[in-house]
């Protein structure tokens, strides 16, 4: 099939919105991007390009794009916006077959985008679009992002009904809960029609869940100066409108998202999770390697079970240290060579097997001693408090991060 030129293909990868082509500007290049996202907007699409070329030719003229990215709409929204190009030349139309969802839509469409500032309204008209005025206007005073907003003076939400407008600041009180850094930073972090500086989220790795694209923008962005504009959020003259009930969790899901962000990343270095993984791992290859080593000593070579033991026991241990001084420690081990280093870390190792021994017989007998508890229960509790122990001990003596001598 061939791509009519004037169909935008919709940008793959990493949701990241590049920096501007430096300084010089490219004959593409304009003032300003809006992002129009569609799904089944074929009633409205004509009447919202009108409208908004009108505004944007009389304030910038020549000096912005329109760009509606539509998911592939059954009723063809995308085909309807696309015969429109012929008449509104700053009219860009991508057409997503791959990727579904609000957010990841704004995203791609800023991504096509050669604007200075990056705008988002809904192709619905629910939001009055001449805003778009005042919200550019406080951009150019300095704002990195212009929000319109319905909690501020002169903003409203017609009339909605008492369910959902209870939903919306319900779901705005829990935001303040999760995430008051982000949420309490404008009355409505709801709002889906708000302009960004391009330079204040360029190179940001966006990752958003659902519908609320200015969550993550604030969330993830560098925004320094916030300006508010109010409106009046119009009812929807023609198609419906998307929101379900699972829009209510994908936004729940975002807070925690980025919520979470970059806590996972310093737990598992902290507690050096990766690593303990490995020991445990190890450590399991050692149990098979000493039932194995028992149980070849006492069939083959017919050695006593004292002695057995013991033998298997060291077998366990030797091969625990290769794995643990090649894999689990290897970045330390690496940074103390010689043979000599490696000996004495293997006698440490030993030792503190040793210990490990004798602690998981304290504490098996503790167990079950004083709580009574069965033997075939105290002993596996004792196993993972000792490999902690191990753990531990050997990252401090064995495989002491100090002792790594930097030339
Ligand atoms: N590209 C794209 N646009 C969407 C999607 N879901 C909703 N939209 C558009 O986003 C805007 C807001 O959606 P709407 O359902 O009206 O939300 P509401 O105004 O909060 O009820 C409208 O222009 C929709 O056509 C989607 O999955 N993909
Ligand atoms: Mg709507």
Same mark, same amino acid.
């Given at each position: 099939?061939?791509?009519?030129?004037?169909? @935008?293909?919709?940008?793959?990868?990493?949701?990241?919105?590049?920096?501007?082509?430096?300084?010089?500007?490219?004959?593409?290049?304009?003032?300003?991007?809006?992002?129009?996202?569609?799904?089944?907007?074929?009633?409205?699409?004509?009447?919202?390009?009108?409208?908004?070329?009108? &505004? @944007?030719?009389?304030?910038?003229?020549?000096?912005?794009?329109?760009?509606?990215?539509?998911?592939?709409?059954? *009723?063809?929204?995308?085909?309807?916006?696309?015969?429109?190009?012929?008449?509104?030349?700053? #009219?860009?139309?991508?057409?997503?077959?791959?990727?579904?969802?609000?957010?990841?839509?704004?995203?791609?469409?800023?991504?096509?985008?050669?604007?200075?500032?990056?705008?988002?309204?809904?192709?619905?008209?629910?939001?009055?679009?001449?805003?778009? &005025?005042?919200?550019?206007?406080?951009?150019?005073?300095?704002?990195?992002?212009?929000?319109?907003?319905?909690?501020?003076?002169?903003?409203?939400?017609?009339?909605?009904?008492?369910?959902? $407008?209870?939903?919306? $600041?319900?779901?705005?009180?829990?935001?303040?809960?999760?995430?008051?850094?982000?949420?309490?930073?404008?009355? *409505?972090?709801?709002?889906?029609?708000?302009?960004?500086?391009?330079?204040?989220?360029?190179?940001?790795? &966006?990752?958003?869940?659902?519908?609320?694209?200015? @969550?993550?923008?604030?969330?993830?962005?560098?925004? *320094?100066?916030?300006?508010?504009?109010?409106?009046?959020?119009?009812?929807?003259?023609?198609?419906?409108?998307?929101?379900?009930?699972?829009?209510?969790?994908?936004?729940?899901?975002? #807070?925690?998202?980025?919520?979470?962000?970059?806590?996972?990343?310093?737990?598992?270095?902290?507690?050096?999770?990766?690593?303990?993984?490995?020991?445990?791992?190890?450590?399991?290859?050692?149990?098979?390697?000493?039932?194995?080593?028992?149980?070849?000593?006492?069939?083959?070579?017919?050695?006593?079970?004292?002695?057995?033991?013991?033998?298997?026991?060291?077998?366990?241990?030797?091969?625990?240290?290769?794995?643990?001084?090649?894999?689990?420690?290897?970045?330390?081990?690496?940074?103390?060579?010689?043979?000599?280093? $490696?000996?004495?870390?293997?006698?440490?190792?030993?030792?503190?097997?040793?210990?490990?021994?004798?602690?998981?017989? &304290?504490?098996?007998?503790?167990?079950?001693?004083?709580?009574?508890?069965?033997?075939?229960?105290?002993?596996?509790?004792?196993?993972?408090?000792?490999?902690?122990?191990?753990?531990?001990?050997?990252?401090?003596?064995?495989?002491?991060?100090?002792?790594?001598?930097?030339?």
């Amino acid at each position: 099939m061939i791509v009519p030129p004037s169909l @935008l293909p919709p940008p793959s990868g990493e949701l990241k919105i590049p920096h501007a082509s430096e300084s010089v500007r490219t004959p593409k290049s304009v003032y300003f991007s809006l992002v129009v996202p569609t799904y089944n907007e074929g009633q409205n699409v004509e009447q919202v390009v009108r409208i908004l070329s009108g &505004l @944007l030719d009389h304030t910038l003229p020549n000096d912005y794009e329109l760009i509606i990215v539509d998911d592939d709409s059954p *009723d063809r929204t995308w085909e309807i916006a696309q015969h429109l190009t012929a008449d509104y030349p700053n #009219l860009r139309v991508m057409r997503r077959q791959e990727e579904r969802g609000l957010s990841t839509a704004v995203i791609r469409g800023w991504q096509a985008a050669h604007g200075e500032v990056l705008g988002v309204i809904d192709g619905d008209l629910q939001h009055p679009p001449e805003v778009l &005025l005042k919200l550019l206007q406080a951009v150019k005073n300095g704002a990195d992002l212009a929000v319109a907003s319905r909690h501020i003076e002169g903003g409203g939400t017609s009339d909605w009904g008492f369910i959902r $407008r209870i939903l919306s $600041r319900g779901a705005q009180l829990i935001g303040l809960v999760i995430l008051p850094s982000v949420v309490g930073r404008v009355s *409505d972090p709801m709002s889906g029609y708000f302009m960004v500086r391009r330079s204040a989220i360029a190179d940001c790795l &966006l990752s958003p869940v659902g519908y609320k694209i200015l @969550l993550e923008v604030l969330g993830r962005g560098q925004i *320094d100066r916030v300006t508010e504009v109010g409106y009046v959020f119009q009812e929807r003259q023609e198609g419906e409108s998307k929101v379900t009930w699972r829009q209510y969790i994908e936004y729940l899901m975002h #807070l925690g998202k980025l919520r979470s962000r970059g806590r996972i990343t310093r737990l598992r270095e902290k507690f050096q999770l990766g690593r303990f993984l490995r020991f445990g791992l190890v450590g399991f290859s050692g149990f098979c390697v000493d039932m194995v080593a028992f149980y070849l000593l006492r069939s083959q070579f017919d050695l006593g079970i004292a002695r057995s033991t013991m033998l298997s026991a060291e077998v366990a241990v030797i091969n625990n240290f290769l794995w643990n001084d090649l894999w689990t420690f290897g970045d330390i081990s690496r940074g103390q060579p010689g043979k000599r280093q $490696r000996f004495k870390r293997f006698l440490k190792f030993n030792l503190i097997c040793l210990m490990g021994i004798i602690l998981q017989a &304290l504490i098996v007998s503790l167990l079950h001693d004083a709580f009574n508890l069965s033997e075939f229960i105290a002993k596996p509790i004792a196993i993972v408090i000792v490999t902690f122990w191990n753990f531990w001990i050997n990252l401090k003596l064995s495989w002491r991060v100090t002792d790594v001598r930097r030339k």
